[in-house]
């Protein structure tokens, strides 16, 4: 038996979550919220070369909140199976030998379920590498999941005990710290968003948005790519400080974007009737790193024609999509990682940035409330990571 917060289905408190809890936030840690502490059966290894892993700290990201508040498309529950234990930016300890990993081995989580944990033939994307796109997330040894997180078998960060495949593990290296070693995970995310940028020398970059995935993603583009200007929409002075610390240029206020890249690429500034303004020109790259109306709809009007917006942040509804056809943009979506690759770009960045206090709070599991609204409230209270220490419970 292991002690795990469960998120279970639950219409009406999804229902309330979502007219509720973007203005009230305590909400979802009261009556509303479709999570709960449950003392459960540990996960059983599905098939060979599963093995356990014991968490030590689990990240809370973007898309765990989107899911507690209701934010989360419909369109993901066909790609989930509840209850499910969330958490799925892992640092933890092999309990079992796996493979080539013998057991005490510390180690980070790809969490995408794709065919080589399913144990399923893999599938055209699985076989070219980009197991982020597999096409077989509902099907295999273990009920339907897109990763460790979302799956009712695997169990997940959140709780004492979660399963995994050698497909999915990687190993932390020495003196790698498990502050930074939970950023791992992000971070290739980022380092997949930075890829999926398709930057031109030189080019121009807007990162709307500055919380973790907009952070990771600024450090990504000027570490991997040949940006030249980065700029970084921010709210709080925390987010500006380290924006400018991982390589942004200059940062720019929510409310200053169109007026600021402007400026800085010669564009036109046009303010149609009764909507937002935009600029003919702007920039050659933007990320939305939020997914809300406003940083999707942000990103693309101040893109230049020809331009390209990758979609970083796990993506709401509602933003106007006529810039993309008038303008002929190109959308990308950046969903997880490529693996191998990306998690080793990631290792590396975790190793050298400056991410020193990035992992701003801890919480044991029983504390769950506090962490979430801390997690809820990170950016105004200068925190870019809040996290569960599995290590304590204090």
């Known amino acids: ?113 794709s065919c080589a944990a399913r144990g399923v033939e893999r599938c055209e994307s699985c076989a070219s590498g980009q197991t982020n796109r597999c096409d077989r997330i509902t099907v295999g040894h273990v009920s339907p999941g897109l990763q460790t997180g979302y799956c009712a078998d695997t169990g997940g960060g959140w709780g004492g005990v979660l399963v995994a495949h050698r497909s999915q593990l990687h190993a932390v290296p020495e003196g790698l710290s498990d502050e930074r070693a939970v950023l791992v995970e992000p971070l290739a995310c980022a380092v ?67 007026a ?37 709809g942000t990103a693309l009007r101040v893109t230049k024609a020809g331009g390209r917006v990758v979609v970083s942040g796990m993506p709401s509804t509602g933003a106007d999509l006529s810039p993309v056809w008038f303008r002929e943009l190109t959308v990308a979506g950046s969903y997880a990682s490529r693996g191998g690759d990306a998690f080793d770009k990631a290792f590396d960045l975790a190793a050298s940035a400056s991410l020193d206090g990035v992992v701003g709070g801890r919480y044991p599991l029983y504390r769950w409330r506090e962490a979430l609204d801390h997690a809820h409230s990170a950016g105004r209270l200068g925190t870019v990571k809040v996290a569960f220490d599995l290590r304590s419970s204090r």
């Open 192 to 258: 997949h968003t930075a890829q999926r940028a398709e930057v031109p020398d030189g080019g121009s970059v807007l990162v709307s948005g500055a919380g973790a995935v907009g952070l990771f993603a600024t450090l990504a583009l000027r570490e991997l790519t040949n940006a030249g200007r980065i700029s970084v929409v921010a709210k709080h002075p925390r987010q500006r400080e380290l924006a400018k610390a991982f390589g942004a240029s200059d940062i720019v206020a929510p409310d200053e974007v169109p």
């Open 1 to 113: 038996m292991m002690l795990a917060l469960e998120m279970y289905r639950s219409l009406p408190r999804y229902i309330a979550a979502r007219a509720m809890g973007g203005r009230i936030p305590g909400i979802l840690t009261g009556p509303a919220a479709p999570v709960r502490l449950v003392t459960r059966d540990e996960p059983r290894l599905a098939a060979p070369g599963w093995a356990r892993v014991k968490p030590v700290l689990s990240g809370i990201c973007g898309s765990d909140l989107g899911a507690l508040f209701g934010q989360t498309s419909l369109y993901f529950s066909a790609l989930v199976s509840m209850p499910f234990v969330p958490g799925h930016e892992v640092v933890g300890v092999l309990q079992d030998d796996c493979d080539d990993l013998p057991k005490g081995t510390r180690v980070v989580l790809d969490p995408v379920l």
């Open 260 to 296: 600021r890249v402007r400026r800085a690429t010669q564009a036109f500034r046009l303010a149609p009737e009764r909507s937002a303004e935009f600029l003919l020109g702007g920039v050659d790259v933007a990320v939305d790193a939020v997914g809300s109306k406003d940083s999707l």
